[in-house]
């Protein structure tokens, strides 16, 4: 079986492709033999209720960062002819980003957006987490001063950060009797609209904060990222260092309760964030891992999703 597959991406040239998982599904893509479009987000457009974007036929190699790609003739694609659209730009998951699931819903189910764009849109990863209270640690979404600072002092050691941030950016862990609680709250208020996320600090995760990969809704990977020394966050993109992890028998507890949850909606690519026994993230807009889950030793998390994708295409 052959496809039209198009990827909405950030620009192929500026990811690092030996730890990107939009690389390693398209890589996954060519070899399966199906056709590769690559457009940014910012070519997206809507006219006449006819959805395109300038887009470029693309090979992919696993190369180095400079070697790793060709792109062709870029041209105004119709993306309805396609058979599969990637929705794969990092956030920051603001209005530009909700504006593009409006317009690429309006493409599904005929042509297949992964994950489902309306689906996306209403599971903000730190709201639909809220969903699963059991699950979670003690965890406030407010502007609210007083609000924060009761919970602080009910709490001690807190961490806050924006609501829709990614990466690890704008996470603060916050001690109790840190005298800068005020001063970030002002930053905050200053930078972002929305309420702001506050959670018990959760001394685990100088075990790590496992990222475990669910496809239509089975765990199939767990990937241990342990803080740097000096480092409350543990993201890749801040240096937190990546093991393969067996899961316990509390985190498929966790993706047991949450899978109807993600099946309801059609979500096909999931990665999920555990600290010890709690829940704190559910990612569906561009998860990722991929790559460091099969460089060391675990599945070939791209099969298995093109195998998802191809069974319902």
């Known amino acids: 079986m052959s496809l039209k597959v198009a990827v909405q991406m950030d620009h192929v040239a500026s990811i690092n492709p030996g730890g990107d998982s939009t690389f390693a599904l398209m890589l996954e893509a060519q070899a399966?033999?199906?056709e590769l479009l690559h457009y940014t987000p910012d070519t997206l457009a809507l006219r006449d209720n006819v959805v395109t974007a300038l887009a470029a036929p693309i090979s992919v190699f696993d190369l180095p960062k400079g070697e790793h790609?060709?792109?062709g003739e870029a041209s105004r694609v119709d993306l309805s002819t396609q058979d599969v659209i990637h929705m794969r730009q990092d956030p920051p998951f603001d209005m530009n980003y909700i504006t593009l699931t409006h317009v690429l819903e309006r493409l599904h189910p005929k042509t297949l957006v992964v994950n489902p764009p309306a689906a996306v849109r209403n599971a903000p990863e730190k709201i639909l987490v809220t969903?699963?209270?059991q699950l979670m640690p003690p965890t406030l979404v407010t502007r609210d001063r007083a609000m924060i600072h009761d919970f602080r002092k009910e709490h001690g050691n807190i961490i806050v950060k924006p609501l829709y941030g990614n990466g690890g950016a704008g996470v603060f862990f916050i001690q109790e009797g840190d005298h800068n609680l005020v001063?970030?709250?002002?930053l905050f208020e200053q930078?972002?609209?929305?309420?702001?996320m506050i959670q018990k600090y959760l001394p685990d995760v100088r075990k790590g904060d496992k990222r475990i990969i669910i496809i239509d809704g089975e765990p199939v990977a767990g990937l241990n990222r342990i803080p740097a020394e000096g480092e409350a966050r543990s993201n890749m993109h801040v240096g937190g260092r990546p093991e393969i992890s067996e899961l316990t028998d509390r985190e498929r507890e966790i993706c047991a309760t949450i899978a109807p949850a993600l099946k309801e909606r059609d979500m096909i690519f999931v990665g999920i964030d555990v600290i010890g026994d709690y829940l704190t993230e559910i990612n569906v807009t561009s998860p990722t891992g991929i790559r460091e889950i099969k460089r060391f030793g675990g599945p070939d998390i791209a099969v298995l999703i093109w195998d998802a994708i191809e069974k319902r295409r």
């Open 32 to 34: 399966r033999g199906h």
């Open 69 to 71: 790609f060709k792109l």
């Open 131 to 133: 969903d699963f209270p």
């Open 183 to 186: 001063s970030l709250l002002e």
């Open 191 to 196: 930078n972002y609209r929305e309420p702001f």
